[in-house]
């Protein structure tokens, strides 16, 4: 006999498959098939733009063209570069690394939930669009990532000329030209309003009613998270473990950028290039050190941690917090990062005992979505091309 957790599964299992049957669909007609959110019932729909509908032939195309390399100046990149499905699309860098070499001053992001985050990057109020988001890297010149600045046109060309894009592009939009970098933003951000977690084992204990689903250690770990003492929820609470949300249930997005403690600089108040948080957007000195609270879904396999990257396991960011900020005893940076006067007030510190502290470990190992990360449907459709691929991946002239 089925038990009403076995029975609220099955349909969830169903949903990944018959999603994963739409991304890989490559015909002309399923562009006109209506988009079926593959969510479990207590989760609310992202919203999607009225210029930008979604579409299993444009999530198709999209998902073609954030592995293709082919966006980048040399060939040697694509999207999933910096954004790896197995690391719940991040790449295990402390900092990104761009085509031409450079080291970037940032952490890449995961994607997982993205379509839910109403501001898409670490420090920009003013990015919050997937379609305009994409242009960064493939067009950015501070830092240089995708390198393409000045090469949209040799782009559009490149595209045009591919027999797999014509059919690609023809089936997701129906223009007379439709090879633009328009219409390549607005498939890259359908795909990724695509990646869908929300079926970690946390996930099946709470809202499956499975409660062999975690073990005893998790479960603590779960009180620990969610009591006042330590405070994690209230920057990492709702169902995407995040203070930066946006749904259909919510009136208005909700967006949250918080400081710390990373840094203090001896109470100077000075960050290093990169680090300076919104204050580089807005310039006010209050702004200084903050970033937008990432998720925790999958931050088991998001490490190393924080906007630069600059803590490398989950126990020594429980040690952070516990301190209240980080203390640099020596070297350009050194400062105690409690004593920061931006630092917001949640980080106020806490006594974690080590068994507690395991606790809380295993309870954030408890968010990895397993699946998601192997989803077939998130795999390089070009890998399978083998050596006839090296034409059809060479960069942009």
């Given at each position: 006999?089925?038990?009403?957790?076995?029975?609220?599964?099955?349909?969830?299992?169903?949903?990944?498959?018959?999603?994963?049957?739409?991304?890989?669909?490559?015909?002309?007609?399923?562009?006109?098939?209506?988009?079926?959110?593959?969510?479990?019932?207590?989760?609310?729909?992202?919203?999607?733009?009225?210029?930008?509908?979604?579409?299993?032939?444009?999530?198709?195309?999209?998902?073609?063209?954030?592995?293709?390399?082919?966006?980048?100046?040399?060939?040697?990149?694509?999207?999933?570069?910096?954004?790896?499905?197995?690391?719940?699309?991040?790449?295990?860098?402390?900092?990104?690394?761009?085509?031409?070499?450079?080291?970037?001053?940032?952490?890449?992001?995961?994607?997982?939930?993205?379509?839910?985050?109403?501001?898409?990057?670490?420090?920009?109020?003013?990015?919050?669009?997937?379609?305009?988001?994409?242009?960064?890297?493939?067009?950015?010149?501070?830092?240089?990532?995708?390198?393409?600045?000045?090469?949209?046109?040799?782009?559009?060309?490149?595209?045009?000329?591919?027999?797999?894009?014509?059919?690609?592009?023809?089936?997701?939009?129906?223009?007379?030209?439709?090879?633009?970098?328009?219409?390549?933003?607005?498939?890259?951000?359908?795909?990724?309003?695509?990646?869908?977690?929300?079926?970690?084992?946390?996930?099946?204990?709470?809202?499956?009613?499975?409660?062999?689903?975690?073990?005893?250690?998790?479960?603590?770990?779960?009180?620990?998270?969610?009591?006042?003492?330590?405070?994690?929820?209230?920057?990492?609470?709702?169902?995407?473990?995040?203070?930066?949300?946006?749904?259909?249930?919510?009136?208005?997005?909700?967006?949250?950028?918080?400081?710390?403690?990373?840094?203090?600089?001896?109470?100077?108040?000075?960050?290093?290039?990169?680090?300076?948080g919104l204050k580089e957007k807005t310039g006010r000195a209050s702004d200084m050190g903050r970033f937008r609270t990432p998720s925790l879904r999958n931050v088991a396999l998001t490490?190393?941690?924080?906007?630069?990257?600059?803590?490398?396991?989950?126990?020594?960011?429980?040690?952070?917090?516990?301190?209240?900020?980080?203390?640099?005893?020596?070297?350009?940076?050194?400062?105690?990062?409690?004593?920061?006067?931006?630092?917001?007030?949640?980080?106020?510190?806490?006594?974690?005992?080590?068994?507690?502290?395991?606790?809380?470990?295993?309870?954030?190992?408890?968010?990895?979505?397993?699946?998601?990360?192997?989803?077939?449907?998130?795999?390089?459709?070009?890998?399978?091309?083998?050596?006839?691929?090296?034409?059809?991946?060479?960069?942009?002239?």
């Amino acid at each position: 006999m089925r038990t009403a957790a076995t029975s609220t599964e099955r349909p969830r299992a169903r949903a990944r498959r018959a999603a994963a049957a739409g991304l890989l669909a490559l015909s002309a007609a399923a562009g006109a098939a209506p988009w079926d959110w593959p969510l479990p019932a207590w989760v609310p729909r992202p919203p999607v733009p009225a210029d930008n509908p979604m579409s299993a032939a444009k999530v198709t195309l999209g998902r073609h063209l954030f592995f293709d390399t082919r966006l980048s100046i040399d060939g040697s990149m694509a999207c999933a570069s910096c954004h790896v499905p197995a690391r719940a699309f991040t790449d295990a860098r402390a900092r990104a690394v761009g085509a031409t070499g450079e080291l970037h001053p940032r952490n890449s992001m995961g994607l997982a939930n993205v379509a839910y985050f109403p501001v898409l990057t670490w420090a920009d109020p003013g990015m919050t669009r997937l379609e305009d988001q994409a242009r960064v890297p493939m067009f950015g010149r501070h830092p240089v990532e995708m390198g393409l600045a000045g090469r949209e046109a040799a782009l559009e060309r490149l595209l045009a000329r591919d027999p797999r894009y014509e059919r690609l592009f023809r089936a997701a939009f129906d223009d007379d030209d439709p090879y633009t970098i328009a219409n390549l933003t607005r498939a890259l951000a359908a795909y990724q309003r695509t990646l869908l977690s929300f079926d970690a084992p946390y996930d099946r204990y709470r809202y499956g009613g499975r409660r062999d689903a975690i073990g005893p250690a998790a479960r603590r770990g779960e009180a620990l998270f969610f009591s006042e003492r330590l405070g994690c929820f209230h920057c990492h609470g709702g169902v995407l473990f995040t203070d930066s949300v946006q749904h259909e249930r919510l009136e208005r997005p909700e967006v949250a950028f918080h400081n710390t403690g990373l840094y203090n600089l001896d109470g100077r108040g000075a960050y290093p290039a990169g680090n300076q948080g919104l204050k580089e957007k807005t310039g006010r000195a209050s702004d200084m050190g903050r970033f937008r609270t990432p998720s925790l879904r999958n931050v088991a396999l998001t490490a190393p941690y924080m906007h630069d990257g600059s803590i490398a396991t989950l126990g020594e960011v429980i040690d952070h917090y516990a301190a209240g900020g980080r203390t640099i005893a020596s070297g350009p940076l050194r400062g105690v990062g409690a004593a920061n006067p931006y630092k917001s007030g949640f980080v106020r510190g806490f006594r974690l005992g080590a068994r507690e502290k395991a606790d809380l470990i295993a309870f954030l190992e408890s968010l990895t979505d397993h699946a998601f990360v192997a989803e077939r449907a998130h795999r390089d459709p070009h890998a399978a091309d083998g050596p006839a691929a090296d034409a059809f991946r060479r960069g942009v002239r």
